[in-house]
């Protein structure tokens, strides 16, 4: 039975690194090949623009009124029954702001 080649601890740590660095190297490949495209911008309709503005004045207020205090700015939402409530729309466009 022949004898297994003997390597040095050099050997094994380069060998480590050089599979470390090749398996790095495919992951930010694959990760970078695999990114979502943007979604192309969705027409917002005249009512919700006008609850985007309002939220945006309120907010505007709440910020000269903020004098250094832990307040906290709140909004309720009251059902109208209509179709669209411009979840989506509030959603897409106060998500930028975080």
Known sequence: MPKPIRM???SWVAVWTVLCAAGLAATAGLNASSAPEPQP???VGTECAGRIADIEAQLAKAAEREDGGDGVLTFSRIRTGTEDDCRDALRDHFRGAR
């Open 8 to 10: 040095s601890r050099r």
């Open 41 to 43: 911008e969705k027409p």
